[in-house]
T-cell receptor, first 116, second 111 residues
């Protein structure tokens, strides 16, 4: 149980375009989802916390107008990178909290974004 | 401030040798503790977790970790590593919905 999927696993887009990444909890309801960014050979950096039905909470330094997050249902959160630039190329990972009360996060497999 | 420290950026061990990866945390109260493994280009896989109770926690793939409150540590161990264990290992902690990661330790295995 507690499986989180991401789609797509890899995406290449041209500079100036937007790309949407989906994060789904497959077998549980996730009231809270998180989006992380990981640069090569570095740890995960929390970008934002997404709560179902409300606006996402962004970490300091993360542009909310550039990284649009929508958590429209208890099983789906989306991250849209708008007007992408090469410096947005990165590995994006989502996670979701289950209902165990221990705040254990279940991680998706990640999405590799390359902006050309 | 809350933090998780992994003092070793790289660790190299020979296949078949024992392994210990260090993790220290700084929190106001004892957090929940986790170890994750990440292979190149992959997401995170949970190896084990500690919430309460027995301080020696068994995980998958033959890993274990010991919680030591007095040392604010949660070190990961494996008695005999395999070449397939080469990966990045992250220690993490939380007390609320935000998880804090250490910077990771890259494990290299010598044949």
């Amino acid at each position: 149980g507690a499986v989180v999927s991401q789609h797509p696993s890899r995406v290449i887009c041209k500079s100036g375009t937007s790309v949407k990444i989906e994060c789904r909890s497959l077998d549980f309801q996730a009231t809270t989802m998180f989006w992380y960014r990981q640069f090569p050979k570095q740890s995960l950096m929390l970008m934002a916390t997404s709560n179902e039905g409300s606006k996402a909470t962004y970490e300091q330094g993360v542009e909310k107008d550039k990284f649009l997050i929508n958590h429209a249902s208890l099983t789906l959160s989306t991250l849209t990178v708008t007007s992408a630039h090469p410096e947005d190329s990165s590995f994006y990972i989502c996670s979701a909290i289950g209902t165990s009360g221990t705040y254990e996060q279940y991680f998706g497999p990640g999405t590799r974004l390359t902006v050309t | 401030a809350q933090s998780v420290t992994q003092p070793d950026i790289h660790i190299t061990v020979s296949e078949g040798a024992s392994l210990e990866l260090r993790c220290n945390y700084s929190y106001g109260a004892t957090p929940y503790l986790f170890w994750y493994v990440q292979s190149p280009g992959q997401g995170l896989q949970l190896l084990l977790k500690y919430f309460s109770g027995d301080t020696l926690v068994q995980g998958i793939k033959g890993f274990e970790a010991e919680f030591k409150r007095s040392q604010s540590s949660f070190n990961l161990r494996k008695p005999s590593v395999h070449w397939s264990d080469a990966a990045e290992y992250f220690c993490a902690a939380n007390r609320d919905d935000k998880i804090i990661f250490g910077k990771g330790t890259r494990l290299h295995i010598l044949p």
